[in-house]
């Protein structure tokens, strides 16, 4: 009964400080930097970690830079949409900046993204890294969790874990017209507390 | 002791004649009301004398009954004509010739006393009290009381319409929005206090401003939980002025809260947090004031199959709980970007031209083919691919059947 009252403690406290979800866990009041190409399954990633957010009936933010993110898929991939807050920045990188400084002051989410997966790698490294750990700061010692999402890593001194998604190969199944996208294997490599661990893993479609 | 009026298809008169007696009315639609005479046997005698006064106030032929109870008298001047006066202890006996249907209740009691052979008051002031719970329960005792004249309750008194507004005419016009939010800031303070002394929120803010030489300037909050803080409204006011300011001085402010019944919640102690409604709502009006208002909110699906299509809501709060299945989603381009395809002679996609040059199209699936809305003006037609762009990823394509025209319409992430 002692033992099964620790472990409860222990899981409770550890909720408390990760948010888990299918591939892994992300630390809460603190940066994490999803970073891939395009198709090698970061939108998936995002998607899944807004997925366990909203079943564990918190709140989310999504601060979505190029307008990119798309309801029905994300709800097919179980995002509560009752409890997104989607703000859609029309391409304004500072527009996007500014709600995410906004959101993240002002508390009570869960997860709150900033989604800049088709911003020009030249445009996001305009962002400055103070700009990155005022938003750090934002959320430090609270229960939410700081995501963002870019095709390269945008901040890694800042961030407390990278994941770095990258696409091995397509799964398609069956032949000429009656073939579908099955989904895509990919090489997640988590970068924490500067130690690197490579998983491959398949994202179903 | 209490009077009712009774006369068909005149209660407006019956009101301003029982207003002229008591401030404690109660309004029973379409033809009765009810009021308290207590005090009035110093002033006009005994009760048949009030009795009498009344009748000669009202000015046409009506009902008048007094009684000890506001229901033995309304049913009193519902069922007997002329004056009458229901002594104390006597209800029962005044009462029983007048028939049941007066009682109201419901079809399945109408039906039940109708089998039970009871019409009138009387017949079923003599069952007992015991054998009408066991067989009808609470609402069979509540008029087995009703019929006796011994329910005794206080008059449901026809409230104010309260309103919680506040008129400021200024004798120099304002032209600047800081001193107009400083005397904002002084009627919103006064409007909250008088809400909270009736322990009341607001859930919409209206503001008119009076012009110099210009139209009214109009501006409406409307809340998504009832609130009263001055300050959050304040807050609010400026970043919808700012947003949207007069265009030209301002010479009268009228501002007015609508009332509403406060906010009550009992938070879960293994609930996870929600963001604060009120600091969420300033937090949402400064976005909404750079994004654009339809740019912010909470995404639902519309029961449609057109691609794309959602409309912006209010973050409500609902919490729902979806069973999460990690999978591929979409990443859209809004709008399509166009692009150009060249098939192969049996429709499988080869190649794309887009702006970023030529690719070889390495694999493909498809077609689909979707349409709608045919029966509208916004029909839609299309054949939609998954393509495998060599070093770029992979896309979903579409072609709109109508036009002939390709478009890619986002990427699989």
């Known amino acids: ?205 | 002791m209490f009077a009712a009026l009774h006369a068909p298809g005149n209660l407006p008169l019956l009101v301003e004649c029982a207003e002229h007696y008591s401030p404690l009315i109660e309004e029973l639609p379409p033809d009765t009301v009810a009021f308290d005479i207590r005090g009035l046997r110093l002033i006009f005698g005994s009760p048949r004398e009030i009795a009498g006064e009344i009748h000669r106030r009202v000015g046409i032929p009506a009902n008048v009954a007094i009684a000890s109870n506001p229901d033995a008298a309304l049913h009193a001047a519902r069922g007997i004509a002329g004056i009458t006066v229901v002594d104390p202890h006597r209800e029962a006996a005044t009462l029983a010739p007048l028939p049941l249907y007066l009682l109201g209740g419901s079809p399945e009691f109408a039906h039940t006393m109708d089998l039970w052979g009871i019409r009138t008051f009387g017949e079923l002031a003599a069952l007992p009290p015991l054998g009408v719970a066991a067989r009808l329960g609470e609402e069979g005792i509540r008029f087995l009381r009703l019929a006796r004249g011994e329910q005794t309750r206080l008059l449901r008194v026809r409230g104010e319409q309260l309103r919680f507004n506040e008129e400021l005419e200024l004798e120099n016009p304002v032209d600047l929005l800081e001193p107009l939010l400083l005397l904002l800031a002084g009627m919103l303070e006064r409007i909250c206090a008088r809400l909270r002394s009736h322990a009341l929120a607001t859930n919409e803010v209206r503001v008119s401003l009076n012009l110099e030489r210009a139209p009214e300037h109009s501006a409406a909050l409307r809340l998504p939980v009832p609130m009263l803080d001055p300050k959050v409204f304040l807050k609010l006011l400026q970043l919808e002025l700012n947003g949207w300011p007069p265009q030209a001085g301002v010479e009268k402010i009228r501002l007015e809260l609508v009332p509403v019944e406060t906010r009550t919640m009992q938070h879960g102690l293994f609930l996870p947090s929600s963001p604060e409604p009120e600091r969420l709502e300033i937090t949402l009006a400064r976005i909404r004031h750079l994004v654009g208002a339809n740019n912010v909110g909470s995404p639902a699906l519309l029961d449609t199959n057109r691609p794309d299509s959602f409309r912006m809501g209010e973050l409500n709060g609902s919490r729902e709980s979806i069973a999460a299945t990690p999978r591929i989603v979409l990443r859209r381009f809004r709008p399509p970007c166009a692009v150009q395809i060249r098939c192969t002679g049996d429709g499988q996609p080869v190649r794309i031209f887009s702006p970023k040059g030529e690719r070889r199209i390495t694999t493909s699936a498809g077609p689909w083919f979707t349409s709608g809305d045919w029966w509208t003006g916004g029909s839609w037609n299309r054949e939609e691919w998954d393509i495998e762009v060599l070093e770029e990823g992979i896309f979903r394509i579409h072609q709109d059947r109508d036009s002939k025209r390709w478009f890619i319409e986002g990427t699989y992430d």
């Open chain 1, 1 to 205: 009964m002692v033992a099964a009252t620790v472990q409860c403690a222990s899981d409770l406290k550890r909720s408390f400080e990760s948010l888990p979800f299918p591939w892994g866990e992300i630390p809460r009041g603190a940066l994490t930097e999803i970073a891939g190409p395009s198709s090698s399954g970061r939108t998936a990633f995002l998607c899944s970690m807004l997925a366990a957010a909203s079943a564990k009936q918190e709140f989310c933010a999504l601060i979505d830079v190029q307008d990119a993110f798309d309801p029905t898929s994300a709800s097919h991939a179980g995002v509560a949409l009752s409890q997104l807050l989607w703000v859609r920045c029309g391409g304004n990188l500072e527009h996007a900046l500014k709600a995410a400084d906004w959101l993240t002051h002002g508390g009570g989410f869960g997860l709150v993204a900033l989604d800049l997966g088709d911003t020009p790698l030249k445009i996001a490294h305009r962002i400055p890294l103070a700009a990155w750990f005022r938003l750090r700061q934002a959320v430090e010692n609270t229960k939410t969790a700081l995501v963002s999402l870019a095709q390269r890593v945008q901040a890694p001194s800042c961030s407390m874990l990278k994941i770095e998604l990258s696409r091995d190969r397509t799964i398609w199944r069956g032949v000429g017209p009656g073939r579908f996208l099955q989904g895509f294997a990919v090489t997640a490599a988590h970068v924490k507390n500067h130690r690197r661990h490579e998983v491959a893993i398949t994202i179903d479609g």
